[in-house]
């Protein structure tokens, strides 16, 4: 929280100002930690707004592709080919 000054580092519009609680960039559950370089400190409407994956917050998070080196566009087309 010191890196954000109590402020929500997601900043989304309708922010509410104040960095309460940890959002995980990459999820706990795909294997991120609870690193400092994995968290953003964020209001609880911006927060509700990443998890929700509301447009214009895909980069508040990972997806898998990256975590992979991939481009989008080629891990679609490899999930594709998979389920065919």
């Known amino acids: 929280?010191?890196?954000?000054?109590?402020?929500?580092?997601i900043a989304l519009e309708e922010c509410?100002?104040?960095?309460?609680?940890p959002h995980h960039v990459k999820s706990k559950g795909r294997g991120g930690s609870d690193n400092i370089t994995n968290?953003?400190?964020?209001?609880?409407r911006c927060?509700?707004?990443?998890e929700s994956h509301l447009p214009g917050t895909e980069r508040f998070r990972t997806h898998?592709?990256?975590?992979?080196?991939?481009?989008?566009e080629d891990w679609i087309s490899e999930?594709?080919?998979t389920t065919q």
């Open 39 to 44: 968290l953003l400190w964020a209001c609880r």
């Open 79 to 81: 999930q594709l080919d």
């Open 47 to 50: 927060h509700d707004a990443v």
């Open 64 to 72: 898998r592709w990256q975590e992979e080196g991939q481009t989008e």
């Open 16 to 21: 509410l100002g104040k960095g309460i609680e």
């Open 1 to 9: 929280m010191i890196r954000s000054g109590g402020r929500c580092e």
